[in-house]
């Protein structure tokens, strides 16, 4: 078992809905930030959402703060993304990420991760 394996990822028209799960595991289940990142072809990795474990305090990217929820199940040991109102410019691969302590300064920093799930691909059609 990979310490955070996403799921969920598919194909679906602009305008749907569509819900992301990460399952943890290992060292991840102490980590006290969890968070949803994407890469489209040709661009950087960019920071999508986080939720701080032992609060539920979040953080969004501008650019998907209206439209998506993180949350995450601590009993469960998933993170979740539901992602509504999808546009084409959604189209990436998103990423599961984890670092073990909550600074404000770090939760969007790629580099700051020390865990990342394989990836799974979302595509909106137009």
């Known amino acids: 078992q990979a310490p955070l394996v996403e799921s969920g990822g598919g194909l679906v028209q602009a305008g749907d809905s569509l819900r992301l799960s990460c399952a943890r595991s290992?060292?991840?289940?102490?980590?006290?930030?969890l968070a949803w990142f994407r890469q489209a072809p040709g661009k950087e990795r960019e920071f999508v959402a986080a939720v701080r474990r032992s609060t539920g305090n979040t953080i969004y990217s501008d650019s998907v703060k209206d439209r998506f929820t993180i949350s995450r199940d601590n009993a469960r040991n998933t993170v979740d993304l539901q992602m509504n109102s999808l546009k084409s410019s959604d189209t990436a691969v998103y990423y599961c990420a984890a670092q073990p302590a909550w600074h404000r300064v770090s939760v969007r920093v790629v580099k700051a991760y020390d865990s990342w799930g394989q990836g799974t691909q979302v595509t909106v059609s137009s």
């Open positions: 290992g060292r991840t289940l102490n980590h006290d930030v």
